[in-house]
């Protein structure tokens, strides 16, 4: 199946710093979403972006599929973008829908 | 607001016991599934489920089973729980695309078996 690989595993931010998190994938999708998990466990949409670029607020993201990767852009971050990010896959090959997680980058920011 | 919902949010049960999770939709998606998390990983798909009729076993479904009940429902099962089922458990839905679709989960189910 569709191997999905996250990095950095761990980042630890100053309030206001800008980080890039990144997300490889190794076969080609027809889904990529990035979520983020609060510390309350839950999962929260961050973008569904199979291709190209988008933009929520201080959040952007970029995916390379003909490269097979996808970045997540926080900017000025908060204390409240704490937590684990998580980029997952399906392939275009198979069924659409079936999802495949990274391990996941957990950040923390402080003050 | 058309949601995703998981009952009971937490559970602790003992080993050997039958227990059900529950998941119920308002988003009028045909496609449900049920994943579960262990500490410091990510998702894994446990079941699928296209329509009423249709069921499918994904990564990890040993020890587990499932009913679609309808199209907003969707219960997972564990016959006989053991320790190692300790985790959090999800369900999602999502609408069918002809090419991927985006699928939107449920706030999680901390079960803990003892």
């Known amino acids: 199946g569709i191997q999905v690989e996250q990095s950095p595993p761990d980042l630890i931010l100053q309030e206001g710093a800008n980080s890039t998190l990144r997300c490889n994938f190794s076969?080609?999708?027809?889904?990529l979403q990035w979520f983020h998990q609060n510390p309350w466990g839950q999962l929260i949409n961050l973008f569904y972006?199979?291709?190209g670029t988008k933009q929520n607020g201080r959040l952007s993201a970029t995916t390379v599929a003909t490269e097979r990767y996808s970045l997540l852009y926080i900017s000025s971050s908060q204390t409240t973008d704490s937590g684990v990010y998580f980029c997952?896959?399906?392939?275009?090959?198979?069924?659409?829908?079936?999802?495949?997680f990274g391990t996941g980058t957990r950040l923390q920011v402080t003050l | 607001d058309a949601d995703v919902t998981q009952t009971p949010r937490n559970r602790i049960t003992k080993t050997g016991k039958r227990i059900m999770l529950e998941c119920s939709q308002t988003?009028?998606?045909?496609?449900m599934y049920w994943y579960r998390q262990d500490p410091g990983l990510g998702l894994r798909l446990i079941y699928y489920?296209?329509?009423?009729?249709?069921?499918n076993k994904g990564e990890i479904s040993d020890g587990y089973s499932v009913s679609r009940q309808a199209q907003a429902k969707f219960s997972l099962s564990l016959e006989s729980a053991i320790p190692n089922q300790t985790a959090l458990y999800f369900c999602?839905?999502?609408?069918?695309?002809?090419?991927?679709?985006?699928?939107?989960f449920g706030p999680g189910t901390r079960l803990t078996v003892l």
């Open positions: 999602a839905t999502s609408a069918y695309l002809p090419f991927g679709n985006e699928q939107f």
């Open positions: 076969d080609s999708v027809n889904n």
């Open positions: 972006i199979p291709s």
């Open positions: 997952a896959a399906s392939p275009k090959a198979g069924t659409a829908s079936k999802l495949t």
């Open positions: 988003k009028g998606h045909d496609r």
């Open positions: 489920s296209f329509d009423v009729k249709d069921i």
